[in-house]
């Protein structure tokens, strides 16, 4: 008695949790009965019956994948498009080169890895000595704002790593502005000179790039949290063991 009550419980409980549906035509109190006869010839019109129904069913059905399997290539196309128009896209984790002359302006660069073309280069109107000073005081926030254009079609397309230019504050202070750059030979000179570096900050000595300049070049070199908020906002932290978790540097990229 006790199996069959633990039984019937078990039972009870199941159907209170999933809902159970009844096959047509297992259970005998819902079948009419009739004789041979009619129930042969009943079965075959039933049959017929429900090959028609189950063709008529079919037919619009079969259009359906092929639509469906089209539009999943045209959009997987794109996707695949919008990757290899991209290919030095950045991660969760980056590394962070800020670089400059000694009387020249701060260049920012964001690599995927260290080896690898900056997917982000800018350079501040702040003198590289300024910005020295202010991280000798304490943590530095650099925040990036540009401008959102919502009638412009084709400012949609652009990512914020693409944007040409930005205004820069340092510390809640304006600092002028920021304009994207490209990755020439001067730039690429200096990340390859500082490339086995993983993390540091010193001068390179006798890589002059530009005529006129001593040659003498500071750089603050660092891996970087990326942290992705939206389409038009990101954060870099720079990763920092000997300051409890505190990053001293962080920057800030908001379209706005």
Same mark, same amino acid.
């Given at each position: 008695m006790a199996t069959r009550t633990s039984h019937q419980d078990s039972s009870t409980s199941s159907k209170r949790h999933f809902h159970w549906t009844k096959k047509i035509g297992t259970e005998n109190d819902d079948v009419p009965? /009739? =004789? !041979?006869?009619s129930s042969n010839t009943t079965n075959e019109e039933d049959k017929k019956e429900n090959a028609r129904n189950h063709a008529a069913l079919l037919t619009p059905k079969k259009k359906l994948p092929a639509v469906a399997v089209a539009r999943l290539r045209s959009v997987l *196309? *794109? /996707?695949? !498009? =919008?990757?290899s128009s991209l290919p030095h896209g950045l991660g969760p984790r980056v590394v962070g080169t800020l670089f400059g002359y000694r009387r020249g302006h701060v260049h920012f660069a964001f690599q995927r890895d260290p080896n690898s073309p900056p997917a982000f280069l800018i350079e501040l109107a702040t003198p590289i000595s300024g910005l020295v000073r202010e991280m000798a005081s304490g943590l530095v926030r650099i925040a990036l704002e540009c401008d959102k254009e919502k009638e412009d079609q084709e400012k949609k397309a652009v990512r914020l790593l693409e944007e040409p230019m930005w205004r820069t504050y340092c510390n809640g202070k304006k600092c002028g502005f920021a304009t994207r750059r490209e990755c020439g030979p001067k730039e690429w000179k200096v990340l390859k000179a500082v490339e086995p570096i993983s993390m540091g900050a010193g001068v390179l000595p006798g890589i002059a790039t530009e005529p006129g300049t001593d040659g003498e070049i500071m750089y603050m070199r660092a891996k970087f949290e990326r942290i992705v908020g939206s389409r038009d906002s990101e954060a870099f932290y720079m990763m920092n063991p000997d300051s409890n978790g505190a990053p001293e540097l962080s920057v800030y990229l908001l379209r706005v």
């Open positions: 009965t /009739f =004789n !041979k006869s *196309a *794109a /996707f695949g !498009k =919008n990757r």
